[in-house]
């Protein structure tokens, strides 16, 4: 398989991007900064990915100016039913799943099909973005994400004119998910967008969070944010990513058809079935007192891309 370093030239991995994260730029390039000025080579990064740190600034542009949520309530309070449904579960279990050798097999209406290593995707454009996160469940926060945009990943296999959707899998591990004896959902779990969502730029395949590789228990290696929609549609521990002609199926609309819907655009008019969607539980509140915002404050950049739906149909 051919690496990343022909395809990405290094100086797209600028020095300013790793410099500002001092303590990764110093483990990786040893301190010299005559390194700098060259940017890291791959097998540098790499070096510096396996203190556990990731070199990536955050891009103003692309992040709310609001404080992100304290990294323990992140890491603590999470739905990953492989690991269980209860929100302590997966921060008590998930140490148990395994993360390499990880491949993530992007496939479909591409011209051409990749298999991935994760190591070489931690070597794309990575970059921190603010983002506010809701769940369906009317709880929030805010987090400060790494990662690169889904269409970094989409140029290097060239999606056909027939790829109207993208398909998420995420991964099975018999031995190590405790939660997978329960038939919640026809695992494994999957999630999908239409294309122009997935290569809208807002939206990101995430592999770490607050300056550090993702916590097992938020995804790693690699998961979704689509900030814009209500959590469920952030697929953990993606394997496959299948460009498609059809809508395709997905765990959610799988489960409750009345309840969940393939778009989950984040939408305070349109109450789920049990509750209302017009306040959030902005953890570690306990209240649900901040009103929520339509497409959950992104609606500048993305309502266009609903133009003429019915959104109270299209939930
Ligand atoms: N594989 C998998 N991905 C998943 C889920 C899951 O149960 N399994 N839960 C989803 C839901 S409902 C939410 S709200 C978010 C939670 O992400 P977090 O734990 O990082 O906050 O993950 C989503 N991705
Ligand atoms: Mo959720």
Redesign the pocket.
């Given at each position: 398989m051919a690496h990343f370093k022909d395809h990405i030239p290094s100086s797209e991995i600028t020095p300013k991007d790793i410099f500002l994260n001092r303590r990764s730029f110093m483990a990786a390039a040893g301190g010299t900064l005559a390194a700098a000025s060259m940017g890291l080579s791959p097998k540098q990064l790499h070096a510096a990915q396996i203190d556990g740190t990731l070199p990536a600034t955050r891009n103003k542009d692309f992040s709310v100016d609001v404080t992100p949520t304290a990294k323990n309530i992140?890491?603590t309070?999470?739905?990953?039913?492989?690991?269980g449904t209860d929100k302590s579960s997966?921060s008590r279990y998930a140490e148990r799943l395994v993360t390499r050798p990880w491949t993530v097999e992007v496939t479909g209406e591409v011209e051409t099909p990749r298999i991935f290593d994760i190591d070489d995707l931690l070597k794309l454009p990575l970059q921190e973005r603010v983002y506010r996160?809701r769940?369906?469940?009317a709880?929030s926060?805010v987090?400060p994400w790494i990662g690169f945009e889904f269409r970094e990943l989409a140029k290097l296999v060239n999606p056909t004119s027939k790829a109207k959707y993208v398909e998420f899998t995420?991964?099975v591990q018999k031995e190590n998910m405790t939660?997978l004896r329960y038939p919640i959902?026809d695992w494994?779990?999957k999630?999908g967008l239409r294309i122009d969502e997935a290569m809208h730029p807002l939206t990101l395949l995430t592999v770490g969070?607050y300056g550090d590789l993702l916590p097992n228990?938020?995804?790693a290696p690699i998961?979704?944010i689509v900030p814009w929609k209500?959590?469920?549609?952030?697929?953990?521990?993606?394997v496959r990513i299948a460009f498609v002609e059809k809508q395709p199926k997905t765990?959610?609309v799988e489960i409750q058809p009345q309840e969940y819907g393939f778009y989950a655009n984040v939408n305070p008019a349109v109450s789920h079935p049990r509750w209302s969607q017009q306040y959030e539980r902005a953890l570690p509140n306990l209240f649900a007192s901040q009103p929520t915002l339509p497409f959950n404050g992104y609606a500048d950049q993305v309502a266009s891309l609903y133009t003429g739906m019915d959104l109270s149909k299209y939930y």
């Amino acid at each position: 398989m051919a690496h990343f370093k022909d395809h990405i030239p290094s100086s797209e991995i600028t020095p300013k991007d790793i410099f500002l994260n001092r303590r990764s730029f110093m483990a990786a390039a040893g301190g010299t900064l005559a390194a700098a000025s060259m940017g890291l080579s791959p097998k540098q990064l790499h070096a510096a990915q396996i203190d556990g740190t990731l070199p990536a600034t955050r891009n103003k542009d692309f992040s709310v100016d609001v404080t992100p949520t304290a990294k323990n309530i992140i890491s603590t309070y999470n739905n990953y039913y492989e690991f269980g449904t209860d929100k302590s579960s997966p921060s008590r279990y998930a140490e148990r799943l395994v993360t390499r050798p990880w491949t993530v097999e992007v496939t479909g209406e591409v011209e051409t099909p990749r298999i991935f290593d994760i190591d070489d995707l931690l070597k794309l454009p990575l970059q921190e973005r603010v983002y506010r996160f809701r769940c369906v469940e009317a709880w929030s926060m805010v987090v400060p994400w790494i990662g690169f945009e889904f269409r970094e990943l989409a140029k290097l296999v060239n999606p056909t004119s027939k790829a109207k959707y993208v398909e998420f899998t995420t991964v099975v591990q018999k031995e190590n998910m405790t939660g997978l004896r329960y038939p919640i959902i026809d695992w494994p779990y999957k999630e999908g967008l239409r294309i122009d969502e997935a290569m809208h730029p807002l939206t990101l395949l995430t592999v770490g969070l607050y300056g550090d590789l993702l916590p097992n228990q938020n995804g790693a290696p690699i998961r979704l944010i689509v900030p814009w929609k209500y959590g469920f549609k952030g697929a953990k521990s993606i394997v496959r990513i299948a460009f498609v002609e059809k809508q395709p199926k997905t765990s959610w609309v799988e489960i409750q058809p009345q309840e969940y819907g393939f778009y989950a655009n984040v939408n305070p008019a349109v109450s789920h079935p049990r509750w209302s969607q017009q306040y959030e539980r902005a953890l570690p509140n306990l209240f649900a007192s901040q009103p929520t915002l339509p497409f959950n404050g992104y609606a500048d950049q993305v309502a266009s891309l609903y133009t003429g739906m019915d959104l109270s149909k299209y939930y």
